[in-house]
């Protein structure tokens, strides 16, 4: 589709807005002239001016990182007309620049206007120019990790468009901010690391001062906890509640996933993963666990034989919980943790409390149930507390484990 059209004697660049962006951006079309009666010349010259709308539709739109996208075209727009000699390229650059930068000064202000056009013309490094480099350098992090970081640093780089911007003292105001304004400690120990790796790259391309890390976060005293510390165990009275209210909303996969954690102390993760093969008549193992501790033989408690044994026999696909489907980083819990996350919400529980609370209540009630701490370590999965055990035992056997796993039992 051609992007220019003859006006009297001279070419324009032309594009049409969208129908759903033109009361936003005031206008039903872009319209550019390219100062040349030639129409060859002019389809050389139409390229970048065209590109460059188009990325500003893109950030109009909303889409992600749209406008360091567009700041990374102007800044070559530019390096390009200058590098070849080509005045009349340039020339209209300049004007499209100075256009968008009034635009920019209508709606962000001056300060972003005059910023934008710095990095634009090259005064300044767009932050997001070592983005690709640095992201191929993760690679090696499991994709969930990668994902994080890429959102992190992508924040990091909206936030501040230029190298140049990141001081340290606009990074702790920035910082604090985030602080103040409902971001957990551990998201913000989280977010600080990303920026930290990005940061090591900058400075292994000579993009930054070597040693001179801008982010520093040091979390309140009161906060310096581990994630899970954050997780609370629900009461004991609370956990029959959960599986009933998912059997009355007709989740009946839900509820017997509810009472199979209740009652095993297993990670949600590990209990969608089981086959039909990993069940035996009075145990279940899981074999693939976040740690070596975590892969063990698990005493199938009485309250659940008989659901497990159903579910075993109606399996259609291999799995105890059959129908879940995987996600793009394998995990076949996903969607049926969000049931969990809407239910527990619902019955007013907070975020404090998720499925892994339910491995919490279990270990509560095993020590008040006089069961040893090591003897729990085996059943639920967990590093022994002590040496001798923990790095001499072989576990307890099933029939210790399961004795006392029935020791547990759930207000009904």
Not at 49 to 73: T, Y
């Amino acid at each position: 589709m051609s992007h220019i059209e003859k006006r009297r004697n001279l070419w324009y660049a032309t594009l049409k807005v969208p129908e759903a962006l033109r009361e936003k951006l005031g206008k039903t079309k872009f319209l550019q002239s390219l100062g040349t009666p030639d129409k060859r010349r002019a389809e050389v010259l139409a390229g970048p001016v065209i590109a460059l709308w188009k990325a500003e539709l893109r950030q109009a739109e909303g889409e992600p990182d749209a406008v360091q996208e567009e700041l990374k075209l102007w800044r070559r727009t530019m390096a390009e007309a200058r590098g070849q000699g080509n005045q009349e390229a340039e020339a209209i650059a300049h004007g499209m620049l100075q256009d968008r930068a009034q635009e920019l000064a209508k709606i962000r202000g001056t300060e972003t206007a005059e910023h934008f056009g710095d990095v634009a013309l090259g005064l300044r490094t767009p932050s997001i120019e070592h983005l690709d480099g640095w992201a191929a350098s993760t690679s090696h992090l499991a994709q969930k990790t990668q994902d994080q970081a890429a959102k992190d640093v992508k924040a990091l780089l909206a936030k501040f468009p230029a190298i140049e911007d990141m001081t340290a003292t606009a990074a702790r105001k920035w910082v604090d901010h985030l602080a103040k304004t409902g971001t957990s400690p551990a998201s913000l120990k989280r977010m600080v690391s990303f920026w930290r790796s990005y940061w090591r790259y900058l400075e292994s391309v000579d993009a930054v001062t070597p040693n001179a890390f801008p982010f520093v976060y040091r979390p309140p005293r009161a906060a310096r906890k581990t994630v899970g510390d954050s997780w609370v165990p629900f009461a004991p009275a609370d956990v029959p509640r959960l599986w009933k209210a998912a059997e009355e909303g007709g989740d009946v996969a839900l509820a017997d996933l509810i009472r199979l954690g209740a009652y095993s102390g297993a990670r949600i993760e590990e209990l969608c993963s089981l086959k039909v093969a990993d069940i035996k008549a009075k145990s279940f193992t899981i074999g693939d666990a976040k740690t070596a501790a975590g892969v063990r033989e698990v005493p199938l408690h009485s309250a659940v034989a008989d659901m497990v044994k159903a579910r075993k026999g109606a399996s259609d696909d291999g799995y105890l919980f059959a129908g879940l489907t995987f996600n793009k980083y394998g995990d076949r819990s996903n969607a049926i943790g969000k049931r969990f996350g809407r239910l527990k919400t619902s019955l007013g529980f907070d975020a404090g409390h998720v499925f892994h609370s339910l491995r919490k209540t279990l270990v509560t009630l095993l020590e008040d149930a006089g069961v040893s701490e090591n003897l729990a370590a085996d059943i639920v999965g967990h590093e022994k507390p002590r040496i001798t055990y923990g790095l001499y035992s072989g576990g307890a056997s099933l029939a210790t484990k399961a004795a006392a796993l029935e020791l547990v039992r759930y207000p009904t």
